[in-house]
């Protein structure tokens, strides 16, 4: 069996195993002695999670500072903090600039590649280590298992060659991902290869993801007339609430989008960690949106009167005079929620109707379409100051692996990011 020897050795060419083998190379390269390292990569092309995110356009990060960041990162931000003082939102703007990449920053401080191509950032990580010549990236190496004895020894099979492999080395990184998409190589494989070692894995769900309501799908899966009415819709400026057994566990405000997963955009993802968690736990879950958040029940009360002072209490008339056009045939088919509503009453109904649209949820799109992993490698077993494990000495972890994520917004690749270069800094310092 081919056997090769190395200082360090980073399992996952995504976002984290990228970053951590750029910033070595970086580093490195313009020194004649440099510690040897290797990127294992089970997909063809590295970064093909990167590729799709943002729709393709990559929200690679944000320009908020600490006290502004913390906020959205789960479920111990605390963990995250000297990664991200070590490697922040504007170092990862600096990085990035310096290998070549030109960045804009977006409405809500986001920040993405000029070209709204994400493509370019993946293109410009694995161009900077294979321009620098510090890190062997090897692809379609699909790792079969870790483990250590004086050295860590990485098992990993040569897709191309039909050949299996052998590599050694004084410390790895598992940067792995985690099971969100997993036909971009996310498959879960960090989890177990943390536990052949003695870690622990918090329990994984999907996080970020779409919120399916009742009766948005027929038996067969396809959507209902209700999904039909609703998929395509883009509301903005709402408010929404998350209901857990009857009692609201979460406000958000924002934008909303129905999709043929359920209810997603910003808000719906913003709610979605809550709902999961709850809904695997056998609580009851709604969506409440407030269409007129900027409203009053009383001030809608008085304007739906002065709209009907004509005369006419036609349902139609009245929602076309409050909301957008293509809000109006949903509503209508919500109608129901309405029950009591007869013919003069709505002036009195719709008020209430119009800040409280509620959607009983049924399900949620699991790990093949959410946007990250929730759960993971836990903390307690992890050092934040260096990210080596507690338990196995020269074992590094980075990213989605860790039971750690982030809101919608650039939060996640920005983790990935800042754990990463901790993990590579602490990892090759003393080389």
């Known amino acids: 069996m081919p056997e090769r020897n190395y200082d360090f050795a980073i399992i996952g060419g995504g976002a984290a195993g990228l970053m951590a083998a750029a910033w070595i190379t970086e580093q490195w390269k313009s020194l004649q002695a440099h510690p040897s390292v290797v990127l294992l990569e089970k997909m063809p092309r590295p970064g093909r999670k990167i590729n799709i995110t943002g729709k393709g356009r990559c929200n690679l990060t944000n320009t908020r500072m600490w006290d502004e960041f913390s906020p959205h990162i789960h479920p111990n931000p605390q963990f995250a903090k000297n990664a991200f003082y070590n490697f922040s939102t504007h170092d990862t703007m600096d990085f990035f600039k310096s290998i070549g990449l ?11 590649p000029k070209s709204m191509r994400a493509m370019d950032v993946t293109d410009a990580l694995a161009g900077c280590i294979k321009r620098g010549g510090v890190v062997d990236l090897e692809t379609s190496a699909r790792v079969l298992s870790v483990k250590k004895s004086d050295l860590f020894e990485v098992l990993y099979q040569d897709d191309d060659a039909c050949v299996e492999n052998l590599v050694k080395a004084r410390k790895v990184l598992l940067a792995t991902g985690g099971l969100s998409y997993p036909s971009t190589g996310s498959s879960g494989d960090g989890y177990a290869f943390a536990k052949s ?55 958000e405000f924002g934008d909303i989008d129905f999709t043929d ?28 949106l407030d269409l007129k958040p900027a ?34 045939s949903p509503f209508l088919y919500l109608e129901r929620q309405l029950a009591d509503m007869q013919p003069g009453k709505a002036a009195a109904l719709l008020p209430q109707a119009l800040k409280n649209l509620k959607f009983n949820i049924a399900s949620y799109v699991g790990f093949e379409r959410c946007v990250v992993t929730n759960g993971g ?9 260096t990210m080596e494990s507690k ?41």
Not at 298 to 324: A, D, T
Not at 406 to 429: H, I, R
């Open 197 to 251: 070692l003695g870690h622990s894995i918090i329990k994984c769900r999907p996080s970020l993801t779409a919120l399916t309501p009742c009766e948005y799908r027929e038996k067969d899966g396809t959507l209902s007339r209700f999904g039909k009415s609703l998929c395509g819709l883009q509301l903005k400026n709402v408010a929404v609430s998350l209901v857990v057994n009857g009692a609201v566990v979460q406000e």
């Open 102 to 112: 030109e960045l804009s920053v977006e409405r809500g401080q986001r920040v993405f």
């Open 391 to 431: 338990l196995v000495e020269g074992l590094y972890l980075a990213g989605e692996v860790l039971d750690l994520d982030g809101d919608t917004g650039g939060y996640n690749l920005q983790l990935a990011f800042s754990t990463a270069v901790l993990a590579a800094k602490s990892a090759t310092e003393k080389m």
């Open 295 to 328: 409203l009053s029940q009383e001030q809608l009360h008085q304007r739906i009167k002065r709209e009907s002072s004509s005369g006419n209490n036609n349902l139609k008339y009245l929602l076309s005079r409050l909301l957008p056009h293509q809000m109006i």
């Open 261 to 288: 997963g359920g209810i997603e955009g910003s808000l719906g993802f913003r709610i979605s960690r809550k709902a999961v968690e709850a809904m695997d736990n056998g609580q009851k879950i709604s969506v409440v």
């Open 377 to 385: 490698v836990s903390l307690k077993e992890v050092s934040q100051k």
